[in-house]
């Protein structure tokens, strides 16, 4: 089959599930609010949980770095912004070491693909992001996957025999459907069989734990890998791997993502410090998360959609079928609420989802405007 018939064949059979995914031209977007095909909306899909990517502090910091790092970090590209920004996220996570990445998809790639080699097993939860999944495929090592946040179903793929290393992997958050993992179990299970654990803290890091260290700090537990990204709560892009020296030092001898790589551009670096200094003085913009979150799930839970057991920003509702989730992201549309609907193979195939997102840039009239459109919408 030549690439085209191949490529032909499957977008018929995309489009033909309903599965079709369409980039929407956003004219401006201020978290709260956006505006697409001239007309204006309240926005429930943002990452920007604590609405930092417009903040002036954050904007002022991007002016004072270059626009790029015009070489590799291990070349010319790794300035001193770069090496404050590392050092600010390994002391205020209680970390030897920081290192920079790109993006989080990178980070958990280069993560897993430097580590896991022929004999070793990764154990991933099975809701665990593409990144992580994807990777873990890629390696020579066997991948198996545990039943989400089932620390039972970890603890028996733990007990089979394995001559090589043991990686688990797991989100302090979960992307599409907002609930924690119990991190202390699960560390303690890697611990007892001799593996080592990555946590992707991409939706918990800046909105919870004190000073939002995320996840992790919040439920008192060190990972031997922490990756946070800056795509979320931080409102800029990036990440970052939390680890000892030696995994430092070995990752930089080592990890071609990032040796074969230009390094994040210095302005991104100097805005991020910007960032993570609004974060750690945050606590008023995490009470008004925690306020709307709240005032969300009070008011949702008459409706016909099943909420999840979330306490997050992430309130999925789960409609089912594909067709179904676009139509009522339609209506919402309609009643003008920007919410998208997320559908496989995003997440598992008859859980189409309303991605409902919450953020502290959101009043309480937003929060009230969007139960009044899903009532109505349920008719
Ligand atoms: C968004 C996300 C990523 C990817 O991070 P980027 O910086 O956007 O590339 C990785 N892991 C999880 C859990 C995410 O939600």
Redesign the pocket.
Same mark, same amino acid.
């Given at each position: 089959m030549s690439f085209s018939t191949r490529m032909a064949e499957a977008l018929e059979t995309r489009r033909a599930a309903d599965g079709w995914r369409q980039r929407r031209l956003i004219a401006r977007n201020d978290t709260r609010t956006l505006q697409a095909e001239g007309k204006r909306y309240l926005h429930f899909s943002s990452n920007d949980y604590l609405g930092l990517s417009r903040h002036p502090t954050v904007i002022a910091g991007w002016r004072q770095g270059a626009p790029g790092a015009g070489a590799s970090g291990h070349v010319t590209g790794y300035s001193e912004r770069h090496a404050e920004l590392e050092a600010q996220l390994a002391d205020w996570l209680g970390y030897s070491r920081a290192l920079l990445f790109i +993006?989080?998809?990178a980070a958990?790639q280069a993560i897993v693909h430097l580590l896991a080699q022929k004999q070793d097993r990764i154990i991933a939860d099975k809701l665990a #992001?593409a +990144?992580l999944l994807d990777a873990a495929g890629h390696t020579p090592a066997a991948l198996r996957r545990f039943h989400h946040n089932d620390v039972e179903s970890l603890t028996q793929r733990l007990a089979s025999p394995c001559d090589g290393e043991t990686l688990v992997i797991t989100?302090g958050i979960f +992307?599409m459907d907002g609930d924690s993992a119990p991190l202390e179990a699960i560390a303690a299970a890697s611990r007892r069989a001799g593996g080592w654990l990555l946590v992707?803290d *991409? #939706?918990g890091i800046g909105v919870v734990g004190e000073q939002g260290r995320g996840s992790c700090w919040q439920q008192g537990v060190k990972p031997e890998l922490l990756v946070v990204?800056f795509?979320?709560a931080f409102g800029v +892009?990036? *990440?970052a791997l939390l680890c000892d020296d030696a995994t430092a030092d070995y990752f930089l001898q080592f990890s071609r993502h990032l040796i074969y790589s230009t390094a994040m551009p210095p302005a991104q670096a100097s805005a991020l410090l910007a960032a993570l200094h609004e974060i750690q003085g945050g606590d008023a913009l995490r009470q008004r998360l925690r306020d709307n979150i709240q005032r969300f799930r009070r008011g949702a839970a008459g409706l016909p959609w099943a909420l999840m057991p979330s306490e997050s920003a992430i309130q999925p509702l789960i409609v089912g079928e594909n067709g179904a989730a676009l139509a009522l992201s339609q209506r919402l549309a309609q009643a003008g609420c920007w919410v998208s609907a997320i559908r496989p193979p995003t997440v598992p195939p008859g859980t189409a989802r309303l991605r409902i997102t919450l953020t502290a840039a959101h009043r309480a009239e937003d929060i009230d405007a969007l139960l009044e459109a899903l009532h109505d919408a349920a008719g």
């Open positions: +993006s989080g998809f958990n #992001h +990144s989100e +992307s992707d *991409a #939706h990204t795509g979320k +892009s990036g *990440a």
